[in-house]
């Protein structure tokens, strides 16, 4: 399963704009900051979030769910952004930032940075989910604070479910210091014989297997009241039944980072997935980036730690409060308190696509657009199934990047295949951790006869693409999805994403192109509609900027919106400012990262920047330009970073049906907008604040429109159908 022999793409001229470098040069000089710190933005998007769980506006249960996404976005941080800043360090390539601080100040800062959102992290806990949590019945014990009756279950509990489990690692010389795994919870020991102590000072590690829960709910009392107690605490408590005939001393619990990227020249590599089934062995033994401890460790188990573990203490972060906070996560599932939720919202089945005979009868009549979540992922998991075990259909394929557990894409493909359909699936690899599962995938399917590629070498297949070669009375035709999320019917439910099927020839024909670039030979393929990185896309998005550039200059009206999740590319950033200069009113809306910096006098001052955090991750892409007379409008796969446009495969696809776009442009990008509670404006400082409300102006919500106006087009379509 060796990836297909393919030629090097070469990266698409730059088309930088006319101002592009004296912008830099002439803002700089007047002290003034053009750029944003790639990591700086990133942790301040974290902030964000952060928000939403001291904001008393969000259900309790929520709000703890958003603490524990604070901390699983801070791991992922650390192992791919902090690991990859501390390589330039202490390497001769480390190039300065687009801001242009070395990676030195960079590590400096983010440092600074992140400390302060790990404070205010527990503060939150401390201070404000805790005790509501308290209040609501649902409380959090230490082992200093079980009753007699408590420490009774909690013994029971540790004899009959976590001692068995456990493997206490000595360390002294005949034991070397143990492996600690990336991201697992160990506990450090120290003990000694108590007949002669002055002699013996022992240390041993338990590390502690994934498989046990670590939050851990005791029996409910007769009161009500739902106790949890941490599994750190229960495996302190108990660490002496480990160590028959010592003492112990202490018992900390600690968990290590450790970098997790991959370090694969898919060039070079004769056999792609073995490889990177190698590399992820590896990983595990990836150099330590970060160690989380309890604040009162002794100072030499410290020590000890940070020696073995090759790590400074700045590097450490002593907690005052639980480790591990992404365990709260599970906290609403183990909690039956629809009242501390956000109300049940069950993503809307069109029912214009219920009584259709097929989805491939419902696409001819006209193109679909969803939008997810509020409008279900069904009819995309229907587009592959349908494909499957219809006798029309002769061929299936599908990228597939992430997908969830139990795939029902990939059952559907597996099904196809046997049903003696040509099948392919792109399956890409290196889907950042997700490439043990998608080797799972690839090797699944390859048993079941699918053809199985991993894409360009050297580039990420990152484009969400499906489409069906279908037999019909008047020919061949082609059905295709396009969409700006994963074929994840889990994930869908989560993020907001857009979805469009069609069977419009002029756009079945750019994917089928695009298909048999990626499964054949490509040098440079002539892309008549979709926008496809790395071959027209940086280049077309430049022109279309330049253009609205060129119309405002010339009188015309001229406007871009665009909605992504990132933007980084310091060629676009630069030609977001030239077009600025020239009076293009431009609107952004960024989730996360943003390097360009809106409302700098005399630069960005025709730029406005939100970002909205709320209910669901915001995930669509979506780009408008007025282009005069000739609006476009995209959507598809792609933020506007370098990585994106010279080292993936992504795809846009144009919005060419007429009420499709004015469900965009008219309601869609109008509500991202006008959100005036989920929403925060981007300040020349790099900072965000909340949208300033106008005396009259009524609270809005981007999401909750997109809910009730779901409800609201099924519940005419039920009237229309009925």
Same mark, same amino acid.
């Given at each position: 399963?060796?990836?297909?022999?393919?030629?090097?793409?070469?990266?698409?001229?730059?088309?930088?704009?006319?101002?592009?470098?004296?912008?830099?040069?002439?803002?700089?000089? +007047?002290?003034?900051?053009?750029?944003?710190?790639?990591?700086?933005?990133?942790?301040?998007?974290?902030?964000?979030?952060?928000?939403?769980?001291?904001?008393? !506006?969000?259900?309790?249960?929520?709000?703890?769910?958003?603490?524990?996404?604070?901390?699983?976005?801070?791991?992922?941080?650390?192992?791919?952004?902090?690991?990859?800043?501390?390589?330039?360090?202490?390497?001769?390539?480390?190039?300065?930032? $687009?801001?242009?601080?070395?990676?030195?100040?960079?590590?400096?800062?983010?440092?600074?940075?992140?400390?302060?959102?790990?404070?205010?992290?527990?503060?939150?806990?401390?201070?404000?989910?805790?005790?509501?949590?308290?209040?609501?019945?649902?409380?959090?014990?230490?082992?200093?604070?079980?009753?007699?009756?408590?420490?009774?279950?909690?013994?029971?509990?540790?004899?009959?479910?976590?001692?068995?489990?456990?493997?206490?690692?000595?360390?002294?010389?005949?034991?070397?210091?143990?492996?600690?795994?990336?991201?697992?919870?160990?506990?450090?020991?120290?003990?000694?014989?108590?007949?002669?102590?002055?002699?013996?000072?022992?240390?041993?590690?338990?590390?502690?297997?994934?498989?046990?829960?670590?939050?851990? /709910?005791?029996?409910?009392?007769?009161?009500?009241?739902?106790?949890?107690?941490?599994?750190?605490?229960?495996?302190?408590?108990?660490?002496?039944?480990?160590?028959? +005939?010592?003492?112990?001393?202490?018992?900390?619990?600690? *968990?290590?980072?450790?970098?997790?990227?991959?370090? $694969?020249?898919?060039?070079?590599?004769?056999?792609?997935?073995?490889?990177?089934?190698?590399?992820?062995?590896?990983?595990?033994?990836? #150099?330590?980036?970060?160690?989380?401890?309890?604040?009162?460790?002794?100072?030499?188990?410290? !020590?000890?730690?940070?020696? /073995?573990?090759?790590?400074?203490?700045?590097?450490?972060?002593?907690?005052?409060?639980?480790?591990?906070?992404?365990?709260?996560?599970?906290?609403?599932?183990?909690?039956?308190?629809?009242?501390?939720?956000?109300?049940?919202?069950?993503?809307?089945?069109?029912?214009?696509?219920?009584?259709?005979?097929?989805?491939?009868?419902?696409?001819?009549?006209?193109?679909?657009?969803?939008?997810?979540?509020?409008?279900?992922?069904?009819?995309?998991?229907?587009?592959?199934?349908?494909?499957?075990?219809?006798?029309?259909?002769?061929?299936?394929?599908?990228?597939?990047?992430?997908?969830?557990?139990?795939?029902?894409?990939?059952?559907?493909?597996?099904?196809?295949?046997?049903?003696?359909?040509?099948?392919?699936?792109?399956?890409?690899?290196?889907?950042?951790?997700?490439?043990?599962?998608?080797?799972?995938?690839?090797?699944?399917?390859?048993?079941?006869?699918?053809?199985?590629?991993?894409?360009?070498?050297?580039?990420?297949?990152?484009?969400?693409?499906?489409?069906?070669? *279908?037999?019909?009375?008047?020919?061949?035709?082609?059905?295709?999805?396009?969409?700006?999320?994963?074929?994840?019917?889990?994930? #869908?439910?989560?993020?907001?994403?857009?979805?469009?099927?069609?069977?419009?020839?002029?756009? !079945?024909?750019?994917?089928?192109?695009?298909?048999?670039?990626? !499964?054949?030979?490509?040098?440079?393929?002539?892309?008549?509609?979709?926008?496809?990185?790395?071959?027209?896309?940086?280049?077309?998005?430049?022109?279309?900027?330049?253009?609205?550039?060129?119309?405002?200059?010339?009188?015309?009206?001229?406007?871009? $919106?665009?909605?992504?999740?990132?933007?980084?590319?310091?060629?676009?950033?630069?030609?977001?400012?030239?077009?600025?200069?020239?009076?293009?009113?431009?609107?952004?809306?960024?989730?996360?990262?943003?390097?360009?910096?809106?409302?700098?006098?005399?630069?960005?001052?025709?730029? *406005?920047?939100?970002?909205?955090?709320?209910?669901?991750?915001?995930?669509?892409?979506?780009?408008?330009?007025?282009?005069?007379?000739?609006?476009?409008?995209?959507?598809?796969?792609?933020?506007?970073?370098?990585?994106?446009?010279?080292?993936?495969?992504?795809?846009?696809?144009?919005?060419?049906?007429?009420?499709?776009?004015?469900?965009?442009?008219?309601?869609?990008?109008?509500?991202?907008? *006008?959100?005036?509670?989920?929403?925060?404006?981007?300040?020349?400082?790099?900072?965000?604040?909340?949208?300033?409300?106008?005396?009259?102006?009524?609270?809005?919500?981007?999401?909750?429109?997109?809910?009730?106006?779901?409800?609201?087009?099924?519940?005419?379509?039920?009237?229309?159908?009925?």
């Amino acid at each position: 399963m060796s990836p297909p022999t393919t030629q090097r793409i070469k990266r698409s001229t730059k088309i930088t704009a006319k101002t592009g470098k004296s912008i830099a040069q002439t803002v700089a000089g +007047g002290g003034k900051i053009v750029y944003a710190n790639r990591e700086l933005s990133w942790l301040a998007f974290n902030q964000r979030v952060l928000e939403q769980a001291q904001s008393d !506006t969000n259900p309790l249960l929520e709000r703890a769910k958003f603490l524990a996404i604070v901390s699983s976005n801070l791991d992922e941080f650390f192992e791919i952004r902090i690991a990859g800043l501390l390589q330039q360090k202490d390497s001769a390539w480390g190039e300065p930032s $687009i801001d242009g601080l070395s990676p030195r100040e960079q590590l400096k800062r983010a440092f600074a940075e992140i400390k302060n959102l790990v404070k205010a992290q527990y503060r939150c806990w401390d201070e404000q989910l805790g005790p509501a949590l308290a209040k609501e019945k649902i409380t959090f014990k230490t082992a200093a604070q079980l009753t007699a009756a408590e420490r009774a279950w909690v013994q029971a509990y540790f004899t009959k479910q976590v001692q068995p489990v456990l493997t206490p690692l000595a360390i002294d010389q005949s034991h070397p210091f143990p492996q600690i795994a990336n991201k697992t919870l160990n506990v450090i020991v120290t003990l000694d014989n108590p007949d002669t102590p002055e002699l013996e000072d022992l240390t041993a590690v338990l590390p502690v297997p994934r498989i046990l829960p670590r939050l851990v /709910q005791m029996t409910p009392d007769r009161s009500g009241t739902q106790t949890f107690i941490f599994l750190s605490d229960i495996i302190k408590l108990h660490a002496g039944a480990l160590f028959p +005939g010592y003492r112990i001393n202490s018992a900390h619990a600690f *968990r290590v980072t450790r970098n997790s990227d991959l370090y $694969i020249d898919d060039e070079e590599a004769e056999n792609l997935l073995k490889r990177i089934e190698e590399e992820l062995r590896n990983l595990r033994r990836g #150099a330590a980036v970060r160690m989380e401890i309890e604040a009162d460790v002794p100072e030499n188990v410290f !020590t000890l730690l940070c020696e /073995q573990l090759k790590l400074s203490p700045e590097f450490v972060f002593k907690l005052e409060g639980p480790l591990n906070l992404v365990r709260m996560m599970s906290l609403p599932d183990l909690v039956d308190r629809p009242d501390l939720k956000y109300p049940v919202f069950t993503p809307v089945e069109l029912p214009s696509l219920r009584v259709a005979t097929s989805i491939f009868a419902a696409m001819q009549e006209r193109d679909i657009l969803l939008h997810h979540p509020y409008e279900s992922f069904n009819p995309v998991v229907d587009f592959v199934q349908q494909a499957a075990r219809d006798p029309g259909v002769l061929a299936i394929k599908q990228t597939l990047y992430r997908t969830s557990g139990d795939s029902p894409i990939i059952s559907a493909l597996i099904e196809a295949s046997r049903n003696g359909k040509q099948v392919t699936a792109l399956i890409e690899l290196k889907a950042r951790f997700d490439e043990a599962n998608n080797i799972k995938w690839a090797k699944e399917l390859e048993e079941a006869g699918v053809h199985v590629v991993f894409g360009l070498v050297g580039h990420k297949t990152h484009c969400k693409c499906s489409m069906i070669v *279908r037999q019909e009375a008047d020919g061949l035709r082609h059905y295709a999805h396009i969409g700006t999320g994963n074929y994840n019917p889990k994930t #869908a439910r989560l993020y907001t994403d857009l979805s469009l099927l069609t069977c419009n020839p002029e756009i !079945t024909a750019d994917v089928a192109l695009l298909f048999n670039s990626l !499964t054949g030979f490509a040098r440079s393929p002539e892309f008549k509609h979709l926008l496809v990185a790395p071959f027209n896309l940086h280049a077309r998005i430049q022109e279309l900027i330049a253009t609205e550039a060129a119309n405002a200059t010339a009188g015309k009206p001229a406007r871009i $919106i665009a909605k992504m999740n990132k933007l980084v590319d310091k060629v676009t950033i630069d030609n977001l400012y030239a077009a600025s200069q020239a009076g293009v009113q431009i609107d952004l809306v960024v989730r996360a990262t943003c390097c360009l910096l809106p409302g700098v006098k005399g630069l960005s001052d025709n730029i *406005r920047i939100r970002n909205i955090v709320g209910r669901y991750l915001e995930h669509s892409r979506i780009f408008y330009f007025q282009n005069d007379t000739a609006p476009l409008l995209y959507c598809g796969s792609s933020d506007w970073m370098t990585r994106n446009f010279f080292r993936r495969v992504e795809a846009l696809v144009p919005i060419y049906q007429p009420d499709l776009r004015d469900r965009i442009l008219n309601d869609i990008l109008p509500a991202e907008l *006008r959100d005036n509670e989920d929403a925060r404006e981007l300040q020349p400082n790099g900072t965000y604040l909340p949208h300033i409300r106008q005396e009259g102006d009524a609270s809005f919500s981007a999401q909750k429109h997109f809910m009730a106006a779901a409800q609201q087009r099924a519940a005419e379509q039920i009237e229309v159908v009925g």
